[in-house]
C-alpha cells in the first residue's frame, strides 16, 4: 500500500514563499513519477510540476521559474513556491504515477496518475 502524506501550505502575501513537502511511504516502484496539481474553486484540477525518476521536471507554463519541484534520498517531494500570485491560491495535491512520465516525457492529467495525497490549502492574499 502506498501513502502519500502532504504538509505545508497556508497563508501568505503576494510575492511570498511557501513549500510543501509530500512523504511517500509502503510500497515504492522504481522509475516512478511525481507530480503536483491544483484545483482552484471552481476550476478543474491543473496540473502543475513533475518530476521523474530520471530527476527531469517539467512545469506548467504559469509556475515555471517561480516553482521548483525536487525529490530527496528518503522519498519526499518538495514544491518550493516563490513570487506567489493571487491566482496560485487552491488546494495543491501530490501525486504519483507507478510508471514513468510516458513517452511524451509529461504525465500532465490527474487519470494517469495513481496514488494521491490528502490536499493541502494555499491561500495567497493580494
Known amino acids: 500500500q502506498v501513502q502519500l502524506v502532504q504538509s505545508g501550505g497556508g497563508l501568505v502575501q503576494s510575492g511570498g514563499s511557501l513549500r510543501l513537502s509530500c512523504l511517500v511511504s509502503g510500497r515504492t516502484f522504481s522509475g516512478y513519477t511525481m507530480g503536483w496539481f491544483r484545483e482552484a474553486p471552481g476550476k478543474a484540477r491543473e496540473f502543475v510540476a513533475q518530476f521523474a525518476g530520471d530527476g527531469s521536471t517539467w512545469y506548467q507554463d504559469s509556475v515555471r521559474g517561480r516553482f521548483t519541484i525536487s525529490r530527496d534520498v528518503r522519498n519526499t517531494v518538495y514544491l518550493q513556491m516563490n513570487s506567489l500570485k493571487p491566482d496560485d491560491t487552491a488546494v495543491y495535491y501530490c501525486?504519483?504515477?507507478?510508471?514513468?512520465?510516458?513517452?511524451?516525457?509529461?504525465?500532465?492529467?490527474?487519470?494517469?496518475?495513481?496514488?494521491w495525497g490528502q490536499g493541502t490549502q494555499v491561500t495567497v492574499s493580494s
Open positions: 501525486a504519483l504515477r507507478r510508471l514513468g512520465p510516458g513517452p511524451e516525457n509529461v504525465a500532465c492529467r490527474s487519470r494517469e496518475y495513481d496514488y
